[in-house]
Structure formats: structure tokens, C-alpha cells
């Protein structure tokens, strides 16, 4: 017989399993281990930082210290729990908020972020929460604002490691960096596999410009081009 549970318990369950990581937190963090001279004594920061897996991750590799930024309560909870229990809690620091607010005037080594950047507008996906994916219709809701505001949270010679889909503008984020002074380059492109419900709440325009573009559908089965990228001041090399 099953040990009766708390409804804390199964609450907490539910969080975790709706902030597990996705083939992009593993894309992600397979560049960074593979950039790991980077991440070494690095004071870093991920904007969205969900479970904590991608800062545990550079906490493993080395960094200096951690700072995490998540808009949702159990996010913030579920990483500090994780960073804590992997020996990290001295050199981490967790903030419940929007994007670049609760680091203001602060500048970091390295800058992480997997944001929601699927082309659709807020909608409950199974499985997860409204705010994991959706970015709006083009996909730059939260994507520009973390462009626009990346060269004044970035070191002299600091970087930004970030996911971005093949079918949100990548010609676009560059031009908003180059009017900051940072340069663009693709540091890994992965086939992503993206689940019925999900491509079906893509936003209509974009799916038919890009399917069989940066859209593969095989059957029922599709999966969609998805790049890490990173940034640089220009004339760093990447
Ligand atoms: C795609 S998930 C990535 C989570 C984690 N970094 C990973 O790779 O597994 C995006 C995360 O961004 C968070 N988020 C959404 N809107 C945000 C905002 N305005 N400011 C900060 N975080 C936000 C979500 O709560 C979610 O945890």
C-alpha cells in the first residue's frame, strides 16, 4: 500500500514536473560544458532560470557565482532547493522577478538564458506553464527586451550564451545588437522535437513560412532547427 502524502507534497511534485528540463536547457547546456574555460571563475546570471538545472550546471563547471532570475515563485523555490543541495547555496543568489529588474546597474561575466520564444500567444500547454514557451506572435515578447538590454548587464569582455529558435528572426537579433555594439554568432544548430499541441498553437503566419524551411515534418512528427548562440562585443572573438 502507498504511504499517504501531503498535499504539499504532490503540490511541490506538480511544480518540478512542470519546470523539468527540455531539449533545449540540454542543448544549452552542452555548448557551456563545452565552453567550459569560459565558465570558470565567471560571475554569471540566467534570466529564466526555471528548475536551476543550466546554473547548476556552470556551478559544476566552475563559476565564480550564480545568480538566477525566474517569474514564477516555484521556479525561484525549486533552484534554490537544487543549487543548495548540489553545495552551491554560498555563492547563490535567486530573485523572483521580470527579466533584467532585480539586477539592475549589475554587470556579469557570463549571461545565460533560455527564454520563451515560441511563436504563439499565452496558452495553457499541457504539462507546463502558461509562461514556460510563449513569446508572443513572432516570438519576441521576452526575446528583444533581453537583446535590448544585454550590452549594460555584460563585463567588458563578458558573453551570452542563449537558445534561439531557427523560425524567430535570427537576421533581427542581430540588428538589435549590432545597434549595441555585440555580435552574433551560432554556436550549435539541434533538430528540436516539437509535439503536436504545441505546433498546432504556433502562430499561423510563421508556421507557414517556415514549415519545411526551419520546420521538419515527418507524418505526424515534426521537429524544428533550434541554434545556441553567442554574443559578443564586436571584434571579441566568440
Ligand atoms: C523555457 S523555460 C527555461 C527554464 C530553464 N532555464 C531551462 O532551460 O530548463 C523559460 C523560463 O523563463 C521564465 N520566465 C518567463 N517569463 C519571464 C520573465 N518575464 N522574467 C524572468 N523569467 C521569465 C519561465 O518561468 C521559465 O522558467
Redesign the pocket.
Same mark, same amino acid.
Request: aromatic content about 6%.
Given at each position: 500500500m502507498s504511504k499517504p502524502r501531503l498535499v504539499s507534497d504532490a503540490k511541490a511534485e506538480l511544480a518540478l514536473a512542470a519546470?523539468r528540463?527540455?531539449e533545449?536547457?540540454a542543448a @544549452?547546456i552542452q555548448v557551456l560544458q563545452a565552453k567550459a574555460a569560459s565558465v570558470r571563475g565567471a560571475k554569471v546570471l540566467?534570466?529564466?532560470?526555471?528548475?536551476g538545472?543550466?546554473l547548476a550546471a556552470l556551478g559544476e563547471l566552475g563559476a565564480a557565482s550564480l545568480c538566477g532570475?525566474?517569474?514564477?515563485e516555484d521556479?525561484v523555490e525549486s533552484g534554490m532547493l537544487l543549487l543548495a543541495e548540489l553545495g552551491h547555496g554560498e555563492t547563490s543568489e535567486l530573485y523572483l522577478?521580470?527579466?533584467w529588474s532585480p539586477v539592475a546597474g549589475r554587470r556579469f561575466d557570463l549571461i545565460v538564458?533560455?527564454?520563451?520564444h515560441f511563436p504563439m500567444e499565452r496558452s495553457d500547454v499541457p504539462g507546463r506553464?502558461p509562461?514556460?514557451?510563449a513569446g508572443g506572435t513572432n516570438g519576441r515578447v @521576452?526575446l528583444d527586451p533581453f537583446l535590448e538590454g544585454l550590452e549594460s548587464h555584460l563585463a567588458a569582455d563578458g558573453r551570452a550564451i542563449i537558445?534561439h529558435n531557427g523560425f524567430v528572426d535570427l537576421d533581427r537579433s542581430r540588428e538589435i545588437l549590432a545597434g549595441f555594439g555585440l555580435s552574433l554568432g551560432v554556436a550549435l544548430t539541434t533538430l528540436v522535437y516539437i509535439p503536436e499541441d504545441k505546433l498546432s498553437r504556433m502562430t499561423a503566419s510563421v508556421l507557414a513560412v517556415q514549415d519545411g524551411r526551419t520546420i521538419h515534418r515527418y507524418g505526424p512528427y515534426a521537429f524544428g532547427e533550434m541554434r545556441i548562440v553567442e554574443i559578443v562585443r564586436q571584434g571579441m572573438a566568440g
Open positions: 519546470l528540463p527540455s533545449y536547457t @544549452l540566467e534570466i529564466g532560470s526555471g528548475s538545472v543550466v532570475i525566474d517569474i514564477e521556479a522577478g521580470d527579466m538564458a533560455n527564454l520563451p506553464l509562461s514556460w514557451s @521576452l537558445t
